[in-house]
């Protein structure tokens, strides 16, 4: 859930699935239908369905696996999450290359380009190994754990990195480069990632309320993406965010917007009043927060409901 989202936003989402789901043998016996609902608003819902296949494998061993050759072999679970059980739950020699730790260890190594570079990324890949060999026994888990600590709240993104508190300001390649060159090193490395194709849409979500006020969603037909889930209804538009606020702004209430990428897709989004909405069309309902049969919203409507709740 942590790879999905920050910590803030999924702990409500932990904690609830946390206590549905206390152990491994109650998720195992769940329905697929129960733990996609339960991460609904979570996003890329593979993972539920692969975490649910992973506990139906995992109680059928007699014993956990501990190393990351093992983990691996299980569905959903790659190279991250198997280094990160591996350390963490296991204290294995082995440390759990996120993107924090990828930050830390291209600054700390100056090695640029772990980003785009699949050699850079090897580079990183291997510094890992080598530094989880000299941690002692029954200090693995917490070193990793203290990487991306490190990287989400020291050596964090662009300008925003702090060296001067940084523990490892005497060891930094980068820092030291900084330092002896008076140029900006730090917040140039890692080199930002190449989105190559990345398609730019401006996507209306229509908010069409009945008289209790809730919001007319749709079931997203068949043969499309994200079949079967629920949205809001929207259309696309080929302009800029400029125009949506110059032209549209007069005819309708267009409230604050927010920013969606979803595969090589990078949404403007904006919610618009569109008015009330009596009738009930096929496939669309009224959207109530506590339905008595809970539907699979998609990620986007999550995030459109969580704005408009917060009035962001
Ligand atoms: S000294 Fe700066 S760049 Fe180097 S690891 Fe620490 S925070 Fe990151």
Redesign the pocket.
């Known amino acids: 859930m942590s790879q999905q989202s920050t910590l803030k936003m999924m702990l409500p989402f932990y904690k609830k699935w946390m206590h549905r789901f206390p152990d491994l043998s109650s998720l195992a016996k769940a329905q697929e239908e129960e733990v996609l609902q339960l991460w609904q608003g979570l996003g890329y819902y593979s993972r539920a369905r692969n975490v649910l296949k992973a506990a139906k494998e995992f109680v059928t061993y007699k014993n956990f696996p501990s190393n990351v050759e093992k983990l691996l072999l299980i569905k959903g679970i790659g190279p991250y999450t198997a280094s990160a059980i591996a350390s963490i739950a296991f204290d294995q020699a082995v440390i759990p290359v996120d993107g924090n730790v990828i930050r830390?260890l291209s600054?700390?190594f100056l090695i640029p380009n772990a980003l785009n570079d699949r050699s850079d990324l090897k580079k990183i890949q291997e510094k890992a190994l080598e530094l989880a060999q000299y941690v002692p026994a029954g200090q693995r888990g917490a070193m990793a754990q203290a990487l991306m600590d490190?990287g989400a709240t020291?050596?964090r993104p662009g300008a925003l990195?702090?060296?001067a508190g940084?523990p490892?300001?005497k060891l930094?390649e980068?820092?030291k480069l900084e330092i002896s060159s008076g140029c900006s090193k730090?917040a140039a490395i890692p080199q930002k990632k190449e989105r190559q194709g990345l398609q730019k849409i401006t996507r209306l979500l229509l908010l069409y309320r009945n008289k209790a006020g809730c919001l007319l969603i749709r079931k997203r037909p068949s043969g499309l993406p994200l079949e079967g889930q629920w949205e809001l209804p929207s259309l696309d538009l080929v302009s800029s965010d400029d125009w949506v606020r110059e032209c549209l702004g007069g005819a309708f209430e267009v409230k604050r917007g927010f920013r969606h990428t979803i595969m090589n897709s990078a949404y403007s989004v904006w919610l618009v009043e569109a008015g009330k909405f009596a009738g009930a069309l096929k496939g669309h309902v009224f959207y109530s927060k506590d339905p008595q049969t809970p539907l699979t919203l998609t990620t986007m409507t999550q995030k459109a409901l969580f704005v408009l709740e917060k009035n962001l």
């Open positions: 830390v600054r700390l490190l020291v050596c990195a702090q060296c940084c490892l300001r930094c980068t820092y730090v």
